[in-house]
T-cell receptor
Framework: DTGVSQDPRHKITKRGQNVTFRCDPI?????LYWYRQTLGQGPEFLTY????????KSRLLSDRFSAERPKGSFSTLEIQRTEQGDSAMYLC???????????????FGPGTRLLVL | QKEVEQDPGPLSVPEGAIVSLNCTYS??????FMWYRQYSRKGPELLMY????GNKEDGRFTAQVDKSSKYISLFIRDSQPSDSATYLC??????????FGPGTRLSVLP
């Protein structure tokens, strides 16, 4: 499978616990994005990486959220001290951006569905 | 006013009908326009990508962009039950991030 993959697909946790999600982008893609999607809403941007550099974080991303992409390949999103309001689908997307080139669209993974009890 | 708006539906049509899905946006600087299809409990899947005003056709799908009205549309011809999904529009400007509409839920009835 050469698409974007995410693990786990589902996660149930108790309030206050930490959770970590992993995203493996399409191999030649240098940009990786994290989104959060709640029921009846479109994906909301959280953060993105170009290679290993985290270039932008949304104000939605509280200090309980941290993301890494240590070698410019896979990425992890960690949520510390989870709250019930963190329950959502967490989506990863990737694309390849050439310096000075046109913006291209992005390709999504299947998502990780988080339920905080 | 939200940056991107869509009628959430649900929209129910009989099989074979022509479906029209629409988004309006507020920022005239947006240049790139995309439509995604999302099946229940799955990630969004890219359907169409257009740049600037005009029409783009791909099989049964036609994307239309009217930048003067800040209005984009997706038309589905000969709709099939397998087209039943949520359709998301996504819009961006160069150097900025994607902004998604809330999605329109479509049901195509056999």
């Amino acid at each position: 499978d050469t698409g974007v993959s995410q693990d786990p697909r589902h996660k149930i946790t108790k309030r206050g616990q930490n959770v970590t999600f992993r995203c493996d982008p399409i191999s030649e893609h240098n940009r990786l994005y994290w989104y959060r999607q709640t029921l009846g809403q479109g994906p909301e941007f959280l953060t993105y990486f170009q290679n290993e550099a985290q270039l932008e974080k949304s104000r939605l991303l509280s200090d309980r959220f941290s993301a890494e992409r240590p070698k410019g390949s896979f990425s992890t999103l960690e949520i510390q001290r989870t709250e019930q309001g963190d329950s959502a689908m967490y989506l990863c997307a990737s694309n390849f951006l050439l310096a000075g080139g046109p913006q291209e669209t992005q390709y999504f993974g299947p998502g990780t569905r988080l339920l905080v009890l | 006013q939200k940056e991107v708006e869509q009628d959430p539906g649900p929209l129910s049509v009989p099989e074979g009908a022509i479906v029209s899905l629409n988004c309006t946006y507020s920022n005239s600087a947006f240049q790139y326009f995309m439509w995604y299809r999302q099946y229940s409990r799955k990630g969004p899947e890219l359907l169409m990508y257009t740049y600037s005003s005009g029409n783009k056709e791909d099989g049964r799908f036609t994307a239309q962009v009217d930048k003067s009205s800040k209005y984009i549309s997706l038309f589905i011809r000969d709709s099939q039950p397998s087209d039943s999904a949520t359709y998301l529009c996504a819009i961006k400007n160069y150097g900025q991030n994607f902004v998604f509409g809330p999605g329109t839920r479509l049901s195509v009835l056999p």
